[in-house]
């Protein structure tokens, strides 16, 4: 995987298995960050990722005519962002990746899987927002669910 460095934008090849991780880049030495946004990602880098992921995967399987799955890009951001370091999310055009698709049984879009140590934890078609997302990514690490607030 290439990331961009922030500080001074060089190209840094980082391994699948530490997108979760904090690094530094190699030219600047600057910090960078987990992955912090949704990947799009195709067969192999999906199974380069998933067979090293040492955090919870979110799977979005989507597709670009889809309406539902372009108003679920904005909770899939949400959900990258929040759980940065803590999850990896990947994003899997089900147009280009019909295999993938079929492989996790999905057969209506946007649908997600969350996936630990490889296996599915979570699976489930429909619109559904980052709180709940998010819910999936914890319980897959064996967080503790999120309370709500009571002021």
Request: proline share 10%.
């Amino acid at each position: 995987m290439i990331r961009t460095c922030p500080s001074c934008q060089t190209k840094n090849r980082i391994p699948p298995e530490r997108l979760s991780d904090t690094g530094r880049c190699g030219a600047c030495k600057s910090p960078l960050p987990p992955l912090a946004e949704a990947l799009e990602v195709d067969a192999r880098e999906f199974g380069d990722i998933v067979r090293t992921a040492k955090v919870p995967v979110l799977v979005d399987f989507w597709a670009p005519w889809c309406g539902p799955c372009r108003m679920a890009t904005p909770e899939v951001a949400r959900a990258a962002a929040q759980r940065a370091g803590k999850a990896i999310v990947l994003k899997v055009n089900t147009d280009e990746h019909p295999e993938l698709a079929s492989r996790y049984g999905v057969r209506g879009i946007p649908h997600f899987v969350v996936l630990r140590g490889g296996e599915p934890v979570v699976s489930q078609a429909g619109l559904v927002r980052a709180a709940q997302l998010i819910d999936w990514i914890d319980r897959a690490a064996g967080t503790p669910p999120r309370r709500a607030h009571v002021a």
